[in-house]
C-alpha cells in the first residue's frame, strides 16, 4: 500500500468510527463515508465492500495494533498477558460503546461485530499457542487433546464475546470492575492473572 492509500485508509478509518457512533452502521452509505473523510466514492471501493465492512475493518486495525503492542515474543507471563490484552479489548470496546452497542445488539444483523470480535480472540489465543505459551490444562478421555484445546479456546472466546455484550449494554463502563467479574468467570484450566481476580 503506497503513501497516498494509507492516507486514504486512515481517513476512512476515523470517519467510519466517527460516522458509526452517531448512527447505525446500517444507515451508512458509501457516499456519506468518502465525503467524511476526503476521499472519492471510487476510493473507499478499493478498500472497503460496504459500509459494514469498512467500520469492521477500522474496529479490527485497532485490536491488532493493540495485540501487537501486548504480546511481546519472550514475555515469559502468560497470565499476565492474557489478562493484558483483555484490558486493552475491554478499552478499546468502551473507546467505541455507541458502535459495539449497536454491533453485538441482537438484531445488528449484517453489521454484527459478534463474529469479528470472537475471532480476534481467537487468533489472540491460536498466536499464544503457536508461540508454545498458551496450553489448556484439560483432559478428556477419548479426545485428541488439539481438539480439546481448539473447543476450548472457541468456547472462551464465544463466552468472553457474551459477557462484553452484557458488559457494553450496561450503564456502567468501569473496565476493572467488569475485568474483576469476568476473571472469576473463567476455568480454572484457562490463562489468566489470578492476582487480579
Known amino acids: 500500500m503506497d503513501v497516498r492509500q494509507q492516507r486514504s485508509q486512515a481517513a476512512l478509518f476515523a470517519a467510519a468510527l466517527r460516522l458509526a457512533a452517531t448512527a ?16 472519492h466514492r471510487s476510493t473507499f471501493y478499493e478498500l472497503a465492500s460496504s459500509p459494514a465492512d469498512l467500520v469492521e475493518r477500522a474496529l479490527r486495525a485497532e485490536l491488532d495494533d493493540l495485540r501487537a503492542g501486548l504480546l511481546v515474543d519472550g514475555d515469559p507471563d502468560l497470565d499476565r498477558a492474557v489478562t493484558g490484552v483483555t484490558r486493552g479489548v475491554l478499552e478499546h470496546v468502551r473507546r467505541h460503546a455507541e458502535i ?27 498466536l499464544l499457542s503457536a508461540r508454545a505459551r498458551l496450553r489448556v490444562d484439560l483432559e478428556v478421555a477419548g479426545i485428541d487433546g488439539v481438539r480439546v484445546e481448539d473447543t476450548a479456546i472457541h468456547f472462551v472466546c464465544a463466552a468472553t464475546v457474551g459477557a462484553i455484550e452484557a458488559w457494553v449494554g450496561s450503564d456502567d463502563l468501569d473496565v476493572d470492575a467488569f475485568l474483576a467479574l469476568y476473571l472469576r468467570l473463567l476455568p480454572g484450566w484457562w490463562p489468566h492473572d489470578r492476582g487480579t481476580d
Open 24 to 39: 447505525p452502521v446500517g444507515s451508512l452509505t458509501a457516499t456519506a463515508l468518502a465525503r467524511e473523510a476526503g476521499v
Open 100 to 126: 459495539y452497542r449497536r454491533g453485538l445488539a441482537d438484531d445488528s444483523g449484517v453489521a454484527s461485530l459478534h463474529p469479528m470480535l470472537a475471532r480476534h480472540f481467537r487468533e489472540t489465543s491460536r
